[in-house]
């Protein structure tokens, strides 16, 4: 855009050239505002498709004269630029340059699904530099975070609870305090944000809080909604979790993850019904050995709302009733949106109690977390028969096991996972997040009470003290 040549440019006699120029536009500009006529939401609308990182002056303008819309049409590019293209005092205190609109990415996708295998690896890629990540983690302790290595610094782990229902005021406060740090210079000036939802995060409620929240809108726009889906359980999944559903038809760009696990009938079952749920969403695939570049994910365009009826009518309700800072009146009405499934009927349904206030690890009367720990180091071989053999019998309702393990005779903490009957490979982590080395397995179990799993772990914690 000429407006970063001119800013750039060395020589005198362009800076003289260009102060003349500036004092005209100014002149010119001065009579262009006598025309503003009020129009707030076309200058919203504008503001969250501009170019912002490469026309910086181009929005502090917009920003300057929030309620213009210029002879009464709707602002396009060469208008603002025209009104706003003088050499703008770039961090002038006396005339404070507004800070472009931040793009935020959502990354849901069902328990297990992979997106904290995605987000890790598209950390590693130069791409997705200059992203301050958040990660919302369902479960008394967090695991994710310590997998996504790189950026420690950058990522920040949101209070346990569900970012659609307990922690979405968190989500919030946290958020414009980024922004806010970021614009004070506290922060790196990172360019986006990316937020990966807990695997039974509702979306509807976060694109509303994110897309109206009048302490967000004005710093953070929703640029984009990523779903993962499990190619080998994502059919069943999609049949019996309402969250799956909501997450895959909301989403403007789909991954289906663990392709290099599933046949080729099971990889064409799973897309067709994809392609039913969500036919305009950008569709692409992941295995160990490839994934979606950032660009493909996280550039481009502000997010697009799907077409389908009942994005519409979800959406609708969150306006109904969406009010972050009342978490509680939102929660019962958020689930009992559920409840037109059977299916899931029941996981959402707070039964007139204030579930979410009470305890913000469960998600609804059948689904449960929790976290059973051991101080002492774990015998390798007795803790992945016992996990193997739980899952087999319980797959169904373990839906999320995951845990750091002090494993006897190794020096480094071991990630385990598991996704309802599968049992993953492990992984090692480089060093202990803490001194105590304790293990800590998190379950997200559907129907099965920590009671039941903690007596045959008995057995694996004496084992270990052998
Ligand atoms: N083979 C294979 N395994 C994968 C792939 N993606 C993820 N996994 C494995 O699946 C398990 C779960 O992956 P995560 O990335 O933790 O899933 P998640 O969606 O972040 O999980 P939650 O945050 O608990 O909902 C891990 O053991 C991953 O290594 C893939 O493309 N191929």
């Known amino acids: 855009m000429p407006i970063q040549g001119q800013v750039q440019s060395k020589s005198p006699f362009a800076a003289s050239r260009r102060a003349e120029r500036a004092a005209r536009r100014r002149r010119h500009a001065a009579r262009h505002h006598a025309h503003i006529t009020l129009d707030e939401r076309a200058i919203r609308e504008f503001a969250s498709s501009a170019p912002v990182r490469r026309g910086g002056a181009v929005h502090c303008r917009l920003v300057a004269h929030p309620r213009g819309?210029?002879?009464?049409?709707?602002?396009?590019?060469?208008?603002?630029?025209?009104?706003?293209?003088?050499?703008?005092p770039v961090n002038d205190r006396s005339n404070p340059v507004p800070e472009p609109v931040l793009p935020v990415h959502v990354l849901t996708g069902f328990l297990g699904s992979?997106?904290?295998?995605?987000?890790?690896r598209l950390l590693a890629d130069p791409g997705m530099g200059e992203t301050a990540v958040l990660i919302n983690e369902l479960g008394e302790v967090g695991i994710d975070h310590l997998l996504v290595r790189r950026l420690e610094d950058d990522v920040v782990l949101l209070e346990s609870g569900c970012l659609c229902c307990t922690v979405r005021n968190e989500l919030v406060e946290t958020l414009a305090d980024l922004a806010a740090r970021r614009a004070a210079g506290d922060l790196p000036a990172f360019r986006r944000i990316v937020v990966?939802?807990?695997?039974?995060?509702?979306p509807a409620p976060i694109v509303h809080t994110l897309m109206t929240d009048a302490r967000l809108t004005p710093h953070l726009r929703l640029a984009g909604l990523t779903a993962t889906i499990d190619a080998t359980l994502g059919e069943g999944t999609l049949a019996t979790h309402a969250e799956a559903v909501k997450q895959a038809a909301m989403a403007d760009r789909l991954v289906t993850t663990k392709t290099d696990l599933a046949d080729a009938t099971t990889r064409a079952s799973l897309a067709a019904r994809l392609a039913a749920l969500n036919p305009g969403a950008r569709r692409f695939e992941a295995s160990l050995a490839a994934a979606p570049s950032p660009a493909e994910l996280f550039e481009g365009e502000t997010f697009s709302i799907g077409a389908g009826?009942?994005?519409?009518?979800?959406?609708?309700?969150?306006?109904?009733?969406?009010?972050?800072?009342?978490?509680?009146h939102h929660d019962d009405r958020h689930h009992d949106d559920h409840d037109h499934d059977d299916r899931v009927r029941g996981e959402h349904d707070h039964a007139g109690h204030h579930l979410h206030h009470h305890d913000p690890q469960r998600h609804g009367d059948r689904v449960a977390t929790f976290c059973l720990t051991a101080d002492t180091p774990l015998d390798w071989d007795v803790l992945t028969r016992w996990l193997e053999l739980l899952l087999t019998a319980r797959g169904e309702q373990i839906l999320r096991l995951k845990g750091i393990v002090?494993?006897?005779g190794r020096d480094k903490p071991v990630v385990v996972h598991g996704v309802q009957h599968v049992l993953y490979p492990p992984q090692e982590l480089l060093a202990w997040p803490d001194a105590a080395r304790a293990s800590m397995l998190v379950f997200i179990t559907r129907d099965l009470s920590?009671?039941?799993?903690?007596?045959?772990?008995?057995?694996?914690?004496?084992?270990?003290?052998?």
Do not use: M, Q, Y
């Open 69 to 88: 819309c210029i002879d009464g049409r709707r602002p396009v590019l060469k208008d603002v630029f025209r009104v706003s293209s003088g050499p703008l």
């Open 114 to 120: 992979g997106k904290t295998t995605l987000l890790v």
């Open 196 to 202: 990966e939802t807990t695997g039974l995060a509702d």
């Open 309 to 328: 009826t009942d994005v519409a009518t979800w959406l609708a309700a969150e306006a109904a009733h969406g009010d972050p800072s009342h978490d509680h």
């Open 406 to 408: 002090n494993v006897r």
């Open 450 to 466: 920590r009671s039941a799993i903690e007596r045959s772990f008995a057995r694996v914690l004496a084992a270990g003290a052998v």
